[in-house]
Every structure is written in C-alpha cells, then in structure tokens.
C-alpha cells in the first residue's frame, strides 16, 4: 500500500487520556462508592496536566455516572454507584435512533428470560414470591374494568412480574439485559399503542403460566420452570405481533 494511502493516526484528545487513567486507578486501586478520589491539584501534577483540562477529565466521568463532586468544606470528586435506571436510560438513548422492534426484543427475550428464570430458583425469598403476587392479581383483576388506566397497569405488572424474577437471577448481566428488555416494551412507541388498545386482551393463559411458573419456583423445578417461560414468551410475541398487526389496520382504515 502507498503512503499516501495510509490514514493518518488520529491523536486522542488529553482530556480523554486523563478521564480513561482515572477509570484506570479506580479498578486497580478497588475504589468503591463513596470514596474519594485525588484533590484536584494533586490530580494535576500526577497526569501532568493543567488545571482546566483536569476539570474537563472530571466533568466528561461526572457525565458519565462514575463520579459525583461536591464542593466547599470535605468536598471533591468522589465515586458514585451509576443507578440501573441511568444505565438503562443511556442505552436506550444509544438505540433511540435504531430500528427496533417488537420482533427484535422478543428474540432476546426468547432466550435469555427462561435462562434468568431457571438460575432464579432457590434464590426468591418470601419476599419475592409476595411480590409476584401482588402484580399477579394486579394482572388478575375482577371483571369490569377494561378502562384505559386498569389497561395500562395490567401490562405494566404482567412485565414488572419478569423483572422480579429477572431481579434474583445469579448472573447480574443477564438480569439487567432482561430488565432493559422489559424497560424497551414499556418505551417503544408501538408497544405503547398496543396496551392502550380498547379490545380485551386474552389474560387468561399468561396469567396461569404466571401461577405454575411460581409453584415451579417453590418445588425447585428448574425443567417446568424453563419450559413455562418459553412457552410464555413465546406465547407473548405471537400476541403483540398480533395486536400490532390490528393496531396497523386501524392505523390504515382511518387514513
């Protein structure tokens, strides 16, 4: 290859070396939440570095949910535990422009929510099985209300019920793609329109896998419970895809 077609390297700017050796020291030294980092000036001299780009370094962590600072008295830089929701929050933004949708999420879920599932048994405390009832019979209400807002709460508990569930898994990264999952169902915009939609939605089969799969729980049944929830999430896509299909024939009989 000629030399002139060799792409010229492209210089990091000083502020992002800084900010990535900060990252860097905070693994190696195991900071935790809640501890400090350096005094300013002292982050100064060891990267050799003025005082603005210093600050710059700290502002773009601060961005970022690795660090909070304080100022005045016992004030500076100090680690800061990133909440899920933040977390979520940014990755959603980085998909926000992204052609997702309810075949997309579904084909994830397919997967990793029975595999959540199964390394949740023996790990749901009472608590947790109280909690699964209660947005079970959120999910189960009397008959009558099929307003807009008991519509909206339905769906939103049949999904908080997976995320409890999601939330005792062993591995921490597969429960928190399962939330984001769950979390994408609740912001997409089609799916949206979906739970508002004012035809009766068929509870009945979701809401009995919801109680088999809890005695699955209780009996430590790791077979039954994977195959409740694939059969659940399987049972899941075909009626959003379905819902979407008549929310698209509405959509076109008004135009």
């Not at 005045?72 to 959603?92: N, V």
């Not at 959540?116 to 008959?143: K, Q, T």
């Not at 049972?235 to 929310?247: C, K, N, P, V």
Request: with cysteine.
């Amino acid at each position: 290859m000629c030399a002139q077609d060799e792409k010229p390297e492209v210089r990091r700017k000083r502020t992002d070396e800084i900010a990535d050796a900060i990252k860097e020291s905070i693994i190696v030294q195991k900071l935790q939440p809640g501890d400090r980092l350096p005094q300013e000036k002292d982050l100064i001299i060891q990267y050799s570095a003025g005082k603005s780009t210093v600050r710059e370094a700290l502002k773009a962590l601060e961005v970022q949910g690795l660090i909070r600072t304080r100022t005045g008295p016992g004030g500076g830089a100090f680690i800061e535990s990133m909440p899920e929701a933040r977390a979520m929050t940014l990755l959603s933004n980085y998909l926000f422009a992204k052609n997702i949708g309810i075949r997309d999420i579904y084909a994830l879920r397919r997967t990793l929510e029975p595999q959540a599932a199964v390394s949740a048994i023996g790990r749901i405390d009472e608590a947790g099985f109280r909690r699964l009832h209660e947005l079970l019979a959120v999910y189960d209400p009397p008959p009558g209300d099929e307003s807009e807002g008991a519509r909206w709460a339905q769906r939103m508990a049949e999904l908080d019920f997976h995320g409890v569930v999601a939330s005792y898994a062993e591995n921490e990264l597969l429960a928190f793609y399962c939330r984001f999952l769950q979390r994408l169902l609740k912001e997409l915009a089609v799916c949206k329109d979906i739970y508002l939609l004012p035809h009766p939605v068929a509870r009945a089969q979701g809401i009995q896998w919801q109680r088999q799969v809890i005695e699955a729980f209780r009996e430590k049944n790791a077979d039954e419970v994977y195959r409740i929830t694939s059969e659940h999430m399987h049972h899941a896509e075909e009626a959003m895809l379905s819902l979407q299909a008549t929310l698209n024939q509405h959509f076109l009989h008004d135009q």
